[in-house]
């Protein structure tokens, strides 16, 4: 079965500092891949997904997330983060065409100190 | 036009008591997934249904666990007999079409968060 490994489980930054999370997927097929917000008492919102093209995506509110298949990863990155900024980030994957089943990563805390 | 909605937002139960979690989809969607997030872990696929179909229940646990989405309100998991480990925080989905690709996405609700005593 895919999996998708989150490697920081809680990251603290200051503001205007660079944000970099880490996502790694385990399966070689065709992929397609989210990555999802939640702020503090809020619900999960799509911040960007990729399915072709580019692979360079970007996403909602200055994020922007890289796709490297041969390292089978999909970094999230925002050059200046802000205070708002702080919540947790999950990196997701479906795997093949037409499928609905997201498989997700245990998530990353952001904390961004004023 | 209001985003998917669960209740309750928390929920407590004893041991060997019933867990009704209730989802709401956004207007014009008539597709609905679970997921639960056990503690430290990250969400996992339960169930997908359509109006008063279950299309894929591959996630659901085989004993216990049901879900439905009636013709008419809401859709509904239901826990019989909870145990301690049933404690997690359960999100509804929802989306216009089934299949997600470019054009289509899951909206999520904010999640039912189950205690078990």
């Known amino acids: 079965a895919q999996s998708v490994s989150q490697h920081n489980h809680h990251v603290i930054l200051s503001e205007a500092a660079s944000l970099e999370l880490g996502c790694n997927y385990s399966y070689g097929g065709t992929v397609n891949l989210f990555w999802y917000v939640q702020y503090p008492g809020q619900h999960l919102q799509l911040l960007l997904k990729?399915?072709?093209?580019?692979?360079l995506v970007k996403g909602i509110k200055g994020f922007e997330a890289e796709f490297i298949k041969s390292k089978f990863s999909f970094n999230l990155r925002k050059p200046s983060v802000q205070w708002s900024d702080t919540a947790e980030y999950f990196c997701a994957v479906i795997v093949g065409a037409g499928s609905y089943q997201l498989t997700f990563g245990k998530g990353t805390k952001l904390s961004v100190i004023p | 036009n209001a985003g998917v909605m669960q209740n309750p937002r928390h929920l407590v139960r004893r041991r060997g008591q019933e867990a009704r979690l209730r989802c709401s989809p956004m207007k014009g969607h008539s597709h609905v997934y679970w997921y639960r997030q056990l503690p430290e872990e990250g969400l996992k696929f339960m169930v997908y249904l359509q109006k008063e179909n279950i299309i894929d229940e591959s996630g659901m646990p085989k004993e216990r666990f049901s879900a439905e989405f009636p013709k008419e309100g809401p859709s509904i998991l239901r826990i019989q007999q909870v145990v301690r480990g049933d404690s997690a925080a359960y999100f509804c989905?929802?989306?216009?079409?089934?299949?997600?690709?470019?054009?289509?996405?899951?909206?999520f609700g904010p999640g039912t968060r189950l205690t078990v005593l």
């Open positions: 989905a929802s989306s216009p079409r089934g299949q997600l690709n470019s054009y289509n996405e899951q909206f």
């Open positions: 990729y399915f072709s093209g580019d692979p």
